[in-house]
Nanobody, 113 residues
Framework: QVQLVESGGGLVQPGGSLRLSCVAS????????MGWYRQAPGKQRELVAS?????STNYADSVKGRITISRDNAMVYLQMNSLKPEDTAVYYC?????????WGQGTQVTVSS
């Protein structure tokens, strides 16, 4: 089992920045890909960004150039700049290990003036 705990969400004005953090614990040996997903009200959960154990990254088109994912052992970060109201959502940390997906409880990000 892998446990994931997110932190760093909150309320920010349009154009502002936030940094989300996620720490993995438990059986973290051979965690392959870690990433961030988000779900806005009435919408499906979508990938924001992911990073493999080798450092390869993947970003949703809507966030390219504004959001950066990074990883340090059992930690994964999401640096979000130039935030827009449409970035408002619950952000979930994800880890994949031996074909199994693990999820955090989510952290709310609200972009509003």
């Amino acid at each position: 089992q892998v446990q994931l705990v997110e932190s760093g969400g909150g309320l920010v004005q349009p154009g502002g920045s936030l940094r989300l953090s996620c720490v993995a614990s438990g059986n973290i040996y051979r965690i392959e890909t870690m990433g961030w997903y988000r779900q806005a009200p009435g919408k499906q959960r979508e990938l924001v960004a992911s990073i493999t154990s080798g450092g390869s990254t993947n970003y949703a088109d809507s966030v390219k150039g504004r959001i950066t994912i990074s990883r340090d052992n059992a930690m994964v970060y999401l640096q979000m700049n130039s935030l827009k109201p449409e970035d408002t959502a619950v952000y979930y940390c994800n880890a994949q290990r031996w074909g199994i997906d693990y999820w955090g409880q989510g952290t709310q990000v609200t972009v509003s003036s």
